[in-house]
């Protein structure tokens, strides 16, 4: 082996170290994309297609489905199951039980396509995973939306009443009495109490004799009553 060789080959090697390091620096300095998994998860695209889930009303805190079955009836593989109750009150149908048969579902979108009130969508759940083939059979879409409606609840506390106070109920505050005006006296209610007094002061003022036909009388003036002639 000739001195050029040998010199050649060494220079070669230490490019090849360069670029190396020159990839390791690179890479290095770019941010970390590791997800330190299962700690961490990554956020699934909007177009991901899970397992179908009731949507909560943010309005109202409840599922908006009201059981119309119109997703049963356009799902191909029958692996959907909906039953509801109308209460007392409400004008629709609310959902009791929403149970899917995810083991035959081909997640072919039929059913969020047909529902009229936008009560299903696809979930982002992807680590769907069990032991027992039985727990994928029937899965309870009401039961899973009851944790987003405690929540919505916890956020959503429900107001208390307001205390009464004076002015609101027109009381008079403790202290503080309230004279009697003429309009409130005037429109007090007449009792067997007040009625008998005031017949008896009306009782109590002298009669006054009406007047005799023919002859003058003085406005103010007591009455004059006729002498009689003794015989």
């Not at 309870?140 to 205390?163: R, Y």
Request: glycine share 6%; net charge positive.
């Amino acid at each position: 082996m000739s001195m050029l060789t040998v010199l050649r080959e060494t220079l070669g090697g230490f490019k090849s170290l360069l670029v190396g390091m020159r990839i390791t620096a690179r890479e290095a300095a770019k941010p970390l994309i590791t997800v330190q998994y299962p700690h961490e998860t990554l956020k699934m695209p909007g177009r991901f297609r899970g397992h179908v889930k009731l949507i909560l009303d943010p309005a109202t805190g409840k599922s908006r489905c009201t059981a119309c079955n119109l997703c049963v009836r356009a799902c191909p593989s029958d692996c959907i199951d909906v039953e509801g109750l109308k209460r007392e009150g409400e004008k629709k149908k609310s959902v009791t039980e929403y149970v899917l048969d995810f083991t035959t579902c081909s997640l072919c979108g039929s059913c969020v396509e047909a529902c009229p009130s936008d009560a299903i969508e696809y979930s982002k759940d992807y680590n769907v995973v069990s032991r027992n083939r039985e727990d994928f059979g029937r899965i309870d879409l009401v039961k899973n939306l009851q944790g987003e409606a405690a929540v919505w609840t916890k956020n959503h506390p429900t107001p208390q009443p307001a205390p009464a106070t004076a002015a609101s109920t027109g009381l008079p505050a403790a202290g503080n009495p309230v004279a009697a005006s003429p309009s409130a006296s005037a429109s007090a209610p007449t009792t067997p109490a007040s009625a008998s007094a005031s017949a008896a002061t009306v009782s109590s003022v002298p009669a006054t004799t009406p007047p005799v036909a023919g002859s003058a009388t003085t406005v103010g003036a007591p009455p004059q009553v006729p002498e009689q002639k003794s015989t």
